[in-house]
């Protein structure tokens, strides 16, 4: 088994100049820090956006038009970007109630979010344009990707005018519970007595995390499998080991054009986390390089994504733009290493750690 | 995560590096010599994989090379072999004398499978049953190797539910249990879950003839996203399960239950502390026949807790930091822990700081 090993309750700090060198750094003020300087402002900021999104739906429903719809794919992006950033943290509020699964049903292996968001609009199912009521249907027809497919799909042309109705009132049915759900995992987040206190007072009675260890080591676990997410699971997912073995159509937010956004999008989500969480204040002056490092490979990969623009299936065809996603997966993986083996020595953890490691 | 599905060739290219290294022969008449010796796979901090035996004071007598991460040993008596099955979405298995005296022999999934790290041989040694998955129809097989024809791939039947985990052949020695963990994966996306939100483990018997479904059993729908995954037989016959529990963290599900032929799954109930202490988690269970207990561990919540199989009440519970392999050593158990840790069953504890023991534990007796 190569998961959690001992992170010492009290990280040991660097020696900074004149501080003695019994210095330390509490568990719980990281995790506070994370709280407080990632997950909070970062799920604000999708509840933020997916209110304005369902504004958008809701308007272009009443007057549909080329502006309209380029509005409401506009604040598409900026949800799916905002989500992307929020989404590295898929434990706690998130978790309940199928939340995760519903907010984004992806990969969808077999289309079976498409069937259904085809059959919903061919069917004009009067119950999916209730939010209240979609939310007990597929997990599939409820999040972005079936907004997706409304906003980029066959058919949405027909959202400019006011021939299809339907389809722009399930649209608007999915933004609203894309809203729900960002509100209650927000609200949830900011409950004084909710999973933020328990992620960050362990203790013997805690239900979850019994000592700073099992709390920090669900931290540097997001670092970790988010990393190995990005790479093994989006970006492996359509970019093949060689041209021909590409599948464009396997990409995320394919259809909007969105994927790299999201790929950037994760890792500014980490690097953000990162910093705020200042764990790199934990490490021994001697290894204070690596968060700057880490820092900076994060910044790097952010960049080399969002440089990548345009049709996923376009940009592969592409030797010089996939040749950068070729180079974001190095970013990732180099990423992986510093984090995975060398981060995690510094506070003793072992090397293959990962919550993806389980069997 | 390493590649998913290597190709084949090259895979089986590089499985012969290596594997032809002999044990030096000290270290065979060590084996031999020893009443019951334990096979388990393991990563060494150099990165590198392989599997283990080691002797009843955990000394690492024999090892092998494998190209990626095994899982679980399984050994026939009859011609003494042991196979090392890759971890899923691992794509081979190394089969393997422990006392040394065969080079090993390294076999790959079929196109359209992969391993996920579970076999068991058939009483009689002639094959040997391993859990697979058929990706692109998201279906569990067991995939059924000609034992005395180089393991030749002779069929497969259905698991009669999604990501099989461990198998077992409890009693008559013709009927199969699997454990059904309901997980979806797809080598394309790694070792991601796909389908937390509908997951539906099952818990099925097979008659191995035939490949028919005897008994076909779920937990309640409250628990479908308690994945069954791990399983040992008690003396009576009965098996018993551990499960890890995909649902919010915050949920305390019972994990450990036992399974009779005809009769619905029990989950056993325990105290809070021990629970909890599971971190919604089982990574190995075991049983011990001679001291008429079960053995559960949890690396997530660092615990390795004994419970007495007839009456299901916990009889010990202690802390052990990663520790997940078991096998019944003595009146106790044989534990192993990601940390390099070999604690026996007299609780003589023995380092080995090179080597990450993997999930699992099987011990071999020397007849």
Redesign the interface.
Known sequence: ??????LVLVLPLALLGVFPASAAVKASDIIQRAIDGFVRPAYASLHQHAEILTKAMHKLCEAPSQGGLGAARAEFSATVDAWSSAEIIG??PI??N?R???MLYW?D??SLGLKQVQAALSAKDPTATDPAQLTGKS?AMQGLGALEFVLYGDGADTLTGKDDPYRCAYGAAVAGNIESMAKDVNEAWNKPDG?AA?WANPGPQN??Y?DGN?AVTELVGVFINEL??VR??RL??FLGGKPEAD?PK?AIYWRSQNTTTSLAGNLAGIDALFQASKLGDALPSDARWMAESIHIQLVNGVATAKSVQGPIDKVLADPALREKLEHFTLITSSLSTLIGTRLTAEFGL???F?S?D?? | ?KT?LIDRRDFLRAAGIGFAAAIAPPAWAATLAADAVFATAF?K?D?SFGAAVLSEAGKVLHAIDLPDRG?DVTFDPVSKRSVVFA??PGTFAVIFDHAGRDAPQTIASITGRHFF?HGVFSPDGALLYATENDFDN?AGVIGIYDARAKFSRIGEFPTYGMGP?ELLLPGDGRTIAVANGGIET?P?????E?N???MKPSYVLIDRVTGDLIEKHELPAALHQLSI?HMDTDPSGTVWFGC?YR????D?PLLVGRAARGKELQLIDMPPDIL?GF?N?I?SVAANPDAGTVAVSS??G?SLVVIDAASGRVVSSSTL?????LAPDGSGFMAT???GEIIEGSGATRSEPDY????HMLRIEQV
């Open positions: 088994m190569l998961k959690r090993s001992a434990f706690g978790k309940d199928n995760l699964e519903r990969p292996r077999k997990i999973f328990i239900p979850l019994r099992e190995e997410m093994d699971v492996k997912g599948k396997q072992t090397a293959g990962s993806l389980g069997d | 995560m998913p990563v901090r990165g899982h971890r899923q790290g998201a985990h797809h394309d996306y790694g070792r991601a796909l937390i939100a509908t995954r890890q649902g919010t963290g915050t305390r909890s971190r988690y990574g690396p997530e660092n930091v990663e520790v997940c392999g822990t990601g940390a990450v023991w993997d999930n």
